[in-house]
């Protein structure tokens, strides 16, 4: 695979990443925030 590829592959991952950790999924909202 190529360095460009590679980086751009990342990127997005990273990306990705991030977006994920920004939700909180129904799951977390009612097992972890109500049991605080």
């Known amino acids: 695979m190529g360095e460009r590829f590679?980086?751009?592959y990342l990127a997005i991952?990273?990306?990705e990443y991030h977006k994920y950790f920004e939700v909180i999924?129904?799951?977390e909202r009612e097992y972890l925030l109500l049991s605080v």
């Open 6 to 8: 590679l980086q751009i």
């Open 25 to 27: 999924s129904p799951w």
């Open 13 to 15: 991952k990273k990306f």
